[in-house]
């Protein structure tokens, strides 16, 4: 008797051989789950047949929570215990967040990641989000009758290490195995690459609920390389309702507002800029808790006028991008929107007018990022069929160093590098006898430490020791395809080693980054003449401590008159490494070095004398 398998409609015909994977935009506004069914990229509906999860999490004082749209309709009702755009918060301490004094929750500024302080108890922004997580993975798992092996989750380009590492330990909590960390950008070049077998230069423009990236990628022939990225982790469709929510108050002349009513005009607003999307203008009335009614008609034009140095913001960093690619416009040949403010007709004209070409809109910019971290996630669970040979080459948004002597940073890992990556550098010691070295990592793009962003600290114990500059330390630096860092540091001679996986407590928000590489290039003379002033205090420092040494050891090799020169050329070297002058810094250890060639050579003939005394020639 022959037995039929039988399958739902949509599902594999053999089930057992299909691991089930999902791709989840965890968005700032809104997010979404989508899988892979018979090799289509597919969103998941929620039993009343709605794509979109708003990322709106309610805390109740009986410990439940109520997520999605049950708890944005309570939203302003209850500001203080419903948490929304939560991902602005994700790694982030208070002083990171924009407009958190108008914002109605109950921060606690701890060391670290902020806290939220709700009905249910304090909350961190990753158990937040676990929440938002939980909930599209019961989804995906009752539209799909099992359980899921794992998921790809996108996060914006420009998050950084914390960042990334906060979304990853929110997955963790929601039940989620995280295949990879995704850049929402490359996402989207994925549905499009694959979609539309689109080959060339493409710029991705991704501007979203909170964030802002943009993404220069190459897609030839399967390979999906990013070229450069850019961005602000703190710029999106939040900030151009805010924008037109402090028009409201302005134009109604409106006194300082209870949470209440900060919370109903910010929805008034956010609904109003939708509208004028399609409407030339849009009335907005509302009745706030204290009676009193504001009724303000607002037109499309003077919308765009308040808006358009937030659209201003999104160029500057494209223009930056295709710099770093070593690219102009004119070699670009498509643009893609992605996220919903993108929606916007003032949006989408500047991006028009940027690239000189119309963009590419024809998947919907709210679901184009899930669609691609679908199709990765099926990949990487093991479900390739045939024509999916393709490979996908993402990079890291800023530049990864360490700490050498008098505060410089040399570069291990330079920014735009593809990942998964690692890069290892040979360092060695600056004293005698010295038996530890401390590492310190460090991102950015400036000269000195004190302009970077430091990570991690760790110490190599265990150094055997030797003479400066005889030891042998191999520090490598590893990325890993989610853009996390781990650091080992290893003395090739003895083999002690030590390592540290970068986890710090919170990172930088993405203005900082963009502002950071902005003073990278402002300052580029400046830091040059800091680095060249370090180095030489540095060598000035090396042979300050060599020349003691020496004068310690054989001093009585130099009549009277000879000891006083060099002791002299000391005082001079002393002297001017306090100074910023590094051309008179280097004159000086010249100066030192060549005043003392004759001392050291009646050194070395001591030395060679010492090592042949009582030898015979046939010994040697």
Known sequence: MALL???????????????????IDLGTTNSLVATVRNSIPEVLNDEEGRSLLPSVVRYLSNGHAHIGYKAQAEQNADPKNTIASVKRFMGRGLKDIAYAENLPYDFIDLPGMVQLKTAAGIKSPVEVSAEILATLRQRAEDALGDDLVGAVITVPAYFDDAQRQATKDAAKLAGLNVLRLLNEPTAAAIAYGLDNGSEGIYAVYDLGGGTFDISILKLTKGVFEVLATGGDSALGGDDFDHRLFCWIINQAKLD??????????MTKAREAKELLSSKAETHIDAVLSTGEEVHVTVRAEEFVE????????????????????????????GVVLVGGATRMPHVRK????????????????????????AVQANLL?????????????????????????????????????????????????????????????????????SD?????????????????????????????????????????????????????????????????????????????????????????????????????????????????????????????????????????????????????????????????????????
Not at 355 to 370: C, G, R
């Open 5 to 23: 398998q039988i399958a739902e409609p949509g599902m594999s015909t053999a089930p057992h051989q299909h691991r089930l994977a999902v791709g």
């Open 256 to 265: 300082p507002l209870n949470d209440e009513d900060t919370s109903l005009l």
């Open 306 to 333: 308040m808006t358009q140095h937030l659209v201003a913001k999104t160029i500057t960093p494209s223009r930056k991008a295709l710099r770093d690619a070593e690219l102009t416009v004119d070699d670009v040949d």
């Open 350 to 373: 500047a991006v028009g007018e940027f690239f000189q070409s119309t963009p590419l809109a024809n998947i919907d910019p709210d679901k184009v990022v899930a669609l691609g971290a």
């Open 381 to 449: 669970a093991g479900n390739r069929a045939a024509g999916d040979d393709w490979l996908l080459l993402d990079v890291i948004p800023l530049s990864l160093g360490i700490e050498t002597m008098g505060g410089l940073v040399e570069k291990v890992i330079p920014r735009n590098s593809t990942i998964p990556c690692a890069r290892a550098q040979e360092f060695t010691t600056f004293k005698d006898g010295q038996t530890a070295m401390a590492i310190h990592v460090v991102q950015g793009e400036r000269e000195l430490v």
């Open 452 to 620: 970077c962003r430091s990570l991690a600290k760790f110490e190599l114990r265990g150094i055997p020791p030797m003479a400066a500059g005889a030891a042998r330390i191999r520090v490598t630096y590893q990325v890993d395809a989610d853009g996390l860092l781990s650091v080992s540091a290893r003395e090739l001679r003895s083999g002690v080693e030590a390592s540290i996986e970068v986890k710090p407590s919170y990172g930088l928000a993405d203005d900082q980054v963009a502002q950071m590489l902005q003073d990278s290039f402002k300052s580029a003379e400046v830091d040059m003449a800091a680095r060249a002033l370090r180095e030489e205090q540095v060598e000035a420092q090396r042979i300050i401590l060599a020349t003691e040494s020496a004068l310690e050891a054989d001093g009585g090799l130099l009549s009277d008159d000879e000891r006083a020169g060099i002791d002299a050329m000391l005082a001079d070297v002393r002297a001017k490494a306090q100074g910023s002058d590094h051309q008179a810094i280097k004159a000086a250890i010249e100066a030192l070095a060549h005043g003392t060639e004759d001392f050291a050579a009646r050194r070395m003939d001591r030395s060679v004398r010492a090592a042949l005394s009582g030898r015979k020639l046939e010994e040697i």
